[in-house]
């Protein structure tokens, strides 16, 4: 997998190098075992790409060595054709640098990781203020707006607590998007929900995605992968198997461990 | 030993003024320690092991002095110049307090700001916060109402504490009373009105603070050698 | 004066400093035990207990020793200083041992109460044979660190003229006047007895910690 392939489905072709991307990444937490053996992964802009796997299979790992949550033991960051990282060789990356990746590259968890002393309007306007240095009504237009598009306007002021699991997912997303990132990273974002939450927040997705936003998505619900991938990814034992075009791996996928992932839409992918 | 009641609230009338300065005293040493304390514990979660080596060597040897020694060390060795720049013996005392009780209070804040739950951490580092910026908007605010009891329970330590000062000639209720026993020549009566005074003071203090407790839960530190889990809020932060 | 004759002088008070601290810790933990034990059924004498445990939290460990020495001697009772400092940090102490015990107890009781219970023993020999044991256990590093704290109190002692390490030091300042020299002295024999008793203590802990999984 050659760094600069276009994107087929996007109906943008960019022939450059990739928005993002992590090149033959590994990650060992304890030196003995490794729960990225080596894995390879590039997004271009306008992309979604939704990467399946089993439990431990690597890919939580692999999402948040994409914006340097988790530093690799090997392999590259590359992000807009810059080597962000080279391990093992490489020293500390200058701080400057970090930030401006996390700047850019936005990221949803399982468990919402909303900040529970600040309202709904607080965790969003959080990042604009402190981080792009708006002024604090700039910020807190901002946030109004983001939370607007999510639907939770009249949630703004509310507290984390006295959110249910999906309207606490929806702020996250708005806490993403005010940062106006160039690509989100979501790690099985609905993994945590009760099922009519689950539709809740992917709805909101889905339309994230046909807005064109670059998108890496980790989940398990495959029907919606189905409906808004561009690319799928599948991982197992912290390899990437196989990686292709959405239409193409959902009807013919070549490997029998990325059929049986990629098997059954109806049901969500047990361990 | 029977001693008339209205002379013990005779004597509590003479203890007064120097439970005045018992209070002025513990005030500012509650001020001063919980800031130090709090200072103390962001530098033992700090990135850099330096400031984490030297803050975590702070604590240490803080807390393995007896405040009576400290006490008297700094006025004995810093008090002829301290005097003569004017500050007065109340402000050595103030120091030694802070230093002493601030080592203790630390652990505890160190403990809390560790237990501030580490996926808030990369939430906010995932949004490019600095360091210092991630610890003061996000870590510190939660970490605040867990360490309310033992704040209040450290305030009950001050407190005592500055009953030592009489000893360096602070005249605080102390030694108010020891003087008053060289009047009088009643030390039980007027010990135990002493006594009684503090317990004043300090019994709601401490039944407030367990009432906190009852209503945050109690921070233990995980350990004595203060080896949590997570050595540093450092994994996942890029530095200042 | 000599560095080292300083350093053997503040020495000698070591003895007297231990002494104070392990007849403390004596008194304190035996105490806090039944003040422990006695704030278990609740009710008056729960109640009694627990203001007990309060007001000895609450006394100022010096004030406490002056009662102790010079307000029983004024009344016909001369306790010398040694004894009467080891009663009143004694005291103290038992107010912070008494919740470490109680600690101890809650945490066994949750889950073996019901299982002894349910063998058939009483009440109090399930406390007696399953509860008390597992709690003192349970409490014994907070119990050393008491002592180790109790080591820096007996320098309170200093005050009604105990010749411990901290009193003996401010003799020999008297008599040399190297208020530097007699600093470092204290200093460092406090250093070298807490910190690795501390650290000693914690891994006493973390193995305890494990082995009771």
Known sequence: ?271 | ?240 | MSSGYILKYVLEGAPITLEIAAGAWVLGTVLGLVLALARQPGGVLGFGAASVITILRCVPPLVLLYVVFFGLAAEGITIPAVPAAATALGLVEASFTAEYFRAGFLTVQSGQFDAARSLGLSRSSTFRLVVVPQAFIFAIPPLLNSFVALLKLATLASAVGAPEVLYRGQLVYEQSGQITTVVIVIILIYLLVTIPLTRAISVLERKMQRSMR
């Open chain 1, 1 to 271: 997998m050659a760094v600069g392939m276009s994107s087929q489905e996007a109906g943008t072709v960019v022939n450059t190098g990739p928005l993002l991307g992590a090149i033959e990444v590994g990650k060992s937490f304890d030196g003995k075992t490794w729960a990225l053996a080596e894995a390879t992964l590039t997004v271009q802009p306008g992309e979604i790409v939704c990467v399946i796997g089993a439990n431990g299979s690597g890919k939580t790992t692999l999402l948040r060595c994409l914006n340097l949550l988790c530093t690799p033991s090997k392999g590259r960051i590359v992000f807009h054709d810059e080597v962000v990282g080279d391990w093992p060789a490489q020293a500390k990356i200058p701080a400057a640098k970090v930030r401006d990746v996390r700047t850019r590259v936005a990221m949803v968890f399982q468990h919402f990781e909303l900040f529970p002393h600040l309202s709904a309007m607080g965790n969003v306007a959080l990042g604009p203020r402190h981080v792009l240095k708006l002024s604090k009504q700039d910020a807190q237009q901002r946030a109004m707006e983001t939370l607007t598009s999510v639907g939770l306007a009249k949630f703004a002021n509310k507290r984390p607590g006295a959110l249910s699991g999906g309207q606490k997912q929806r702020v996250a997303i708005a806490r993403a998007l005010a940062m106006t990132p160039e690509i989100i990273l979501f790690d099985e974002p609905t993994s945590a929900l009760d099922r009519e939450m689950v539709e809740e927040v992917l709805g909101i997705m889905a339309t994230l995605a046909q807005s064109r936003m670059t998108m890496v998505i980790v989940t398990h619900e495959l029907n919606f992968a189905r409906q808004v991938a561009t690319r799928v990814v599948t991982m197992d034992q912290g390899r990437v198997i196989e990686d292709g075009p959405a239409d193409v791996m959902f009807t013919r996928p070549q490997s029998t461990r990325s059929q049986e992932l990629l098997r059954g839409g109806d049901s969500k992918l047990w361990q």
């Open chain 2, 1 to 240: 030993m029977l001693v008339e009641v209205g002379t013990m609230v005779g004597w509590a009338q003479t203890l007064w003024t120097g439970f005045v300065v018992t209070i002025e005293l513990s005030a500012i040493c509650s001020a001063t320690t919980v800031l130090l304390a709090s200072l103390i514990a962001v530098a033992r979660i700090h990135p850099r092991p330096l400031v984490r080596g030297l803050a975590d060597a702070y604590a240490d040897v803080a807390r393995s002095i007896p405040l009576l020694a400290l006490l008297l060390f700094v006025y004995y060795g810093l008090g002829r110049v301290a005097q003569s720049y004017g500050i007065s013996a109340f402000w050595l005392a103030v120091f030694a307090i802070t230093v002493s009780e601030a080592a203790y209070l630390s652990e505890v804040y160190r403990a809390a700001l560790q237990a501030v739950p580490a996926g808030q951490q990369e939430a906010a580092a995932s949004l490019g916060l600095p360091w210092w910026r991630m610890v003061w908007l996000v870590i510190v605010p939660q970490a605040i109402a867990p360490s309310l009891p033992t704040t209040v329970n450290a305030v009950v330590g001050i407190v005592k504490g500055s009953s030592l000062a009489s000893l360096i000639a602070i005249s605080e209720a102390t030694l108010a009373a020891t003087n008053l026993v060289s009047e009088t020549f009643q030390p039980m009566g007027v010990y135990l009105t002493l006594t009684l005074m503090y317990l004043v003071i300090l019994i709601p203090l401490s039944l407030a603070g367990k009432a906190l407790e009852f209503r945050f839960g109690a921070i233990r530190p995980a350990d004595k050698s203060g080896r949590t889990r997570r050595r540093s809020l450092i994994s996942v932060t890029p530095e200042v």
